[in-house]
């Protein structure tokens, strides 16, 4: 019993190394966890951030055109609404130019607009021709802008980009399986004889496992805890230089990143220590020698 004890001990070189090697794969593993929910908060944050101006004519009065705001605002689709008005049109225009186009063409060339942020479920083609058609219903929207092409492109890109990911996150699964697999196969190798010799004195196959598992338990546990704080700290240093991205990099991705690592190191590690362990208990004792 004393020497199980000490061939499974917990704090040796063998458990900080495979604790190590373990962190490594599951701090890949986050990276790509984070990407992928980062990239759908991206998304969100550029589709709401699209432009929809609707454009007034000039004989619709300015009480009429704030209480056409206020029912905007309460439309699904709406975000955010911004009245820009004549004046307002005409000022921004003058700072952007430098020049006063009313000083010399003797009137204001500009009219009255409401800009719309659309939510982001929203924010394709075919539900903003919907929304174009719903506004036109009012005779004095003159016309309705979108950049067609631009949203067109940004979905597009938004798919692909997805879809790649969503790929690389499949396929550094299976190599993160690889990888911590080989390490903890490499580590009860080196215990076949010792696992063969408890067989022989009549231990149970559960007794043999029970101190192999709760040893790869932990290293889950370790790993999946170091990883994550790499992780929370470069968000943290991230946001800091640049607050704007908390909106991509929000609590609720890291808090998620952050689960997925941990229970993925604890159960990748349990389920390839008790395949290993259970190969070796399977194994005659002159095989032991061959492999």
Same mark, same amino acid.
């Given at each position: 019993m004393?020497?199980?004890?000490?061939?499974v001990?917990?704090f040796?070189?063998q458990f900080?190394t495979s604790?190590?090697?373990?962190?490594?794969?599951l701090?890949l593993?986050?990276l790509?966890v984070?990407f992928?929910?980062?990239?759908h908060?991206?998304?969100?944050?550029?589709?709401e951030?699209i432009?929809?101006?609707?454009l007034?004519?000039?004989?619709m009065?300015?009480?009429d055109?704030l209480k056409?705001?206020?029912?905007l605002?309460?439309?699904d689709?709406?975000k955010k609404t911004e009245?820009i008005?004549k004046?307002q *049109?005409l000022r921004e225009?003058?700072?952007?130019?430098g020049?006063?186009p009313?000083?010399?063409?003797g009137y204001?060339?500009f009219i009255?607009s409401i800009?719309?942020k659309l939510?982001s479920?929203? /924010?394709?083609?075919?539900? =903003?021709a919907?929304i174009?058609n719903?506004i036109k219903?009012?005779?004095?929207?003159q016309?309705?802008l979108?950049q067609?092409d631009?949203?067109?492109? =940004?979905?597009?890109?938004?798919r692909?980009?997805?879809l790649?990911l969503l790929?690389?996150a499949?396929?550094?699964t299976?190599?993160?399986f690889?990888?911590?697999?080989n390490?903890i196969r490499l /580590?009860i190798?080196?215990?076949r004889f010792l696992?063969?010799?408890?067989?022989l004195v009549g *231990?149970?196959?559960?007794?043999? !496992? !029970?101190?192999? &598992?709760? !040893?790869?338990f932990? =290293?889950g546990?370790?790993?999946g805890v170091? /990883?994550?704080?790499?992780?929370?700290?470069?968000?943290?240093?991230?946001?800091?230089?640049e607050p704007?991205l908390?909106?991509v =990099?929000t609590?609720?991705?890291?808090?998620l990143?952050?689960?997925?690592? &941990?229970?993925f190191?604890?159960l990748?590690?349990?389920?390839?220590?008790?395949?290993?362990i259970n !190969?070796y208990l399977?194994?005659?004792a002159?095989? &032991?020698?061959?492999?």
């Open positions: 004393k020497a199980k004890h000490h061939s001990s917990y040796d070189m900080i604790s190590i090697s373990t962190t490594l794969v701090l593993l986050g790509v984070f992928v929910l980062a990239a908060n991206l998304s969100i944050y550029v589709k951030n432009n929809f101006s609707i007034i004519s000039d004989d009065k300015e009480a055109i056409l705001q206020k029912k605002d309460k439309e689709f709406v009245y008005s004046k *049109a225009q003058t700072e952007a130019m020049t006063d009313q000083e010399f063409l204001n060339p009255a800009e719309i939510n479920d929203y /924010a394709n083609s075919d539900s =903003i919907k174009e719903l219903k009012n005779t004095n929207i016309e309705v979108y067609k631009l949203i067109d492109a =940004i979905n597009d890109n938004i692909n980009i997805s790649m790929g690389l499949v396929m550094l299976f190599i993160s690889a990888l911590i697999n390490t /580590a190798y080196s215990k696992i063969h010799t408890m067989k *231990a149970s196959w559960s007794f043999i !496992r !029970r101190p192999f &598992l709760r !040893r790869n932990w =290293i546990v370790l790993s170091i /990883a994550d704080g790499i992780l929370w700290g470069a968000a943290y240093w991230l946001v800091s230089n704007e908390i909106r =990099i609590p609720n991705v890291m808090v990143v952050s689960a997925s690592v &941990l229970v190191g604890v990748i590690t349990w389920l390839c220590a008790l395949l290993s !190969r399977r194994m005659k002159s095989t &032991l020698y061959y492999i």
